[in-house]
């Protein structure tokens, strides 16, 4: 059941972080996401068959981190409108998977604050609202991190100087690797470094749903 859960959530998450790859890709004039369907919110044209449902299922069966990712988004930068530089335009459309994730954090709050003044929270609707809010905000943090092929690696790009280039380049060679080396040996790095994070989200929470 637990499992079943985390994978509906993770499921609606990453449907919601790559809907909106797809939508500011579009809105700067790139309609490679509308032919191929991603302008959507249906989370099927989303998935992807090993990290949105294998690689989860076996994960939170196994000692490997739990953890998965959607079919990312197909779009051409020569498209975007002129008013913005190519880089500038991976840049905004990489930071919109990671901006809906925030936003559906929102909501859930929103939803959450809702309910606790109007209805008494049973214990699995806590559970779902709980669940959705911390991966919500762990999806967000984990794409911001400034690793190719993460969002976060299209970012930095954008603001790198002329002279830094090397280190995307550096970036886009190796970020890979130390991607995986953190989810594989980093596990309690990330975890002090994100446990303030999630210490504050459960107290955003819990004052929302006080009555």
């Not at 490997?64 to 190519?86: A, D, H, I």
């Not at 109007?118 to 214990?123: A, F, K, L, N, R």
Request: aromatic share 8%.
């Amino acid at each position: 059941m637990t499992v079943g859960l985390y994978l509906v959530c993770l499921i609606l998450s990453i449907a919601v972080h790559e809907y909106c790859h797809a939508v500011a890709a579009d809105r700067l004039g790139d309609p490679t996401p509308e032919r191929e369907g991603r302008v959507s919110l249906n989370p099927l044209v989303h998935a992807d068959p090993v990290g949105t449902f294998i690689m989860p299922i076996v994960a939170a069966f196994t000692a490997l981190p739990l953890l998965g990712w959607g079919r990312p988004v197909s779009t051409q930068p020569s498209n975007y409108t002129r008013k913005v530089s190519m880089r500038s335009g991976m840049a905004l459309v990489a930071f919109a998977g990671p901006f809906g994730n925030f936003v559906l954090a929102l909501l859930v709050l929103g939803i959450a604050a809702v309910m606790g003044r109007t209805m008494e929270i049973s214990v699995g609707m806590h559970t779902v609202l709980t669940t959705m809010l911390q991966l919500n905000v762990l999806l967000m943090l984990f794409n911001l991190l400034p690793l190719h092929p993460l969002d976060g690696g299209k970012i930095l790009a954008a603001f790198l100087p002329a002279r830094l280039e090397h280190i995307d380049e550096f970036l886009v060679r190796y970020g890979m690797w130390i991607l995986l080396g953190l989810v594989v040996l980093g596990g309690p790095l990330l975890g002090r470094l994100l446990g303030p994070v999630f210490d504050l989200v459960a107290r955003m929470y819990y004052v929302a749903v006080a009555a």
